[in-house]
Nanobody, 123 residues
Framework: QVRLVESGGGLVQTGDSLRLSCAASGRPLRYYHVGWFRQAPGKEREFVASISGSGGSTYYAESVKGRFTITRDNAKNTMYLQMNSLKPEDTAGYFC????????????????WGQGTQVTVSS
């Protein structure tokens, strides 16, 4: 029922920053807990970060902790992923998704997904 569209990806250099956005339509984003995943070619989809419906709690993968920040603005039906100190290993397609479970970290626990936005970090 909810449609998600990611934006903000691009080609950057090691150490640069990017902010990804995920805009929801069809249903209010506040109905859902949300998260970000990424997937590089030939690799499995990897959990990045999640945030509770009200924005009061967050959870991060160890690989991005201290560098990435997940936020949401329910009034704008939008969630964000601020990515700092980017590394080549962060290169992947990034996807936002919704979940009925708070701070879920498994892809199977998410139901609606965006189309993805590509982030490429050169060395």
């Amino acid at each position: 029922q909810v449609r998600l569209v990611e934006s903000g990806g691009g080609l950057v250099q090691t150490g640069d920053s990017l902010r990804l956005s995920c805009a929801a339509s069809g249903r209010p984003l506040r109905y859902y807990h949300v998260g970000w995943f990424r997937q590089a070619p030939g690799k499995e989809r990897e959990f990045v970060a999640s945030i509770s419906g009200s924005g009061g709690s967050t959870y991060y993968a160890e690989s991005v902790k201290g560098r990435f920040t997940i936020t949401r603005d329910n009034a704008k039906n939008t969630m964000y992923l601020q990515m700092n100190s980017l590394k080549p290993e962060d290169t992947a397609g990034y996807f936002c998704a919704t979940s009925a479970k708070e701070l879920a970290s498994r892809s199977g626990e998410y139901n609606y997904w965006g189309q993805g936005t590509q982030v490429t970090v050169s060395s």
